[in-house]
């Protein structure tokens, strides 16, 4: 399975952006789907994940209220719904899959990653 992520831009704080990672090569419904981030300078961070079903979903705190995980399964797309953002939420953004039995926060846990995808909110 390949992923492509794409939505990220320039975004003045407070607003919104929506990211897609659209899967080919395999079927996401088999994984659990996660989004993490990395700022420049900074380490590689869980920021939501969601179960195969969507039964189960997890958010950081620091985007827990303001992002919003989804997955399409039949369109092999999950989604990252982002409002509200700060200069903090700048980042690259990547989409990734794990194998695994329940959603987890370590990205050492997720087995294929999407390319990235830079946000940048500006102040």
């Known amino acids: 399975v390949q992923l492509q992520a794409c939505g990220g831009g320039l975004v003045q704080t407070g607003g919104s952006l929506r990211l897609s990672c659209a899967a080919s090569g395999g079927t996401i419904s088999s994984y659990i789907m996660g989004w993490f981030r990395q700022a420049p300078g900074k380490e590689r961070e869980f920021v939501s994940a969601?179960?195969?079903?969507?039964?189960?979903?997890y958010y950081a705190d620091s985007v827990k209220g303001r992002f919003t995980i989804s997955r399409d399964n039949a369109k092999n797309t999950v989604y990252l719904q982002m409002n509200s953002l700060t200069p903090e939420d700048t980042a690259v953004y990547y989409c990734?899959?794990?194998?695994?039995?329940?959603?987890?926060?370590?990205?050492?846990?997720?087995?294929?990653w999407g390319q990235g995808t830079q946000v940048t909110v500006s102040s």
């Open positions: 990734a899959l794990e194998e695994g039995w329940s959603p987890g926060r370590n990205p050492a846990l997720y087995d294929v």
């Open positions: 969601v179960s195969r079903t969507s039964s189960s979903i």
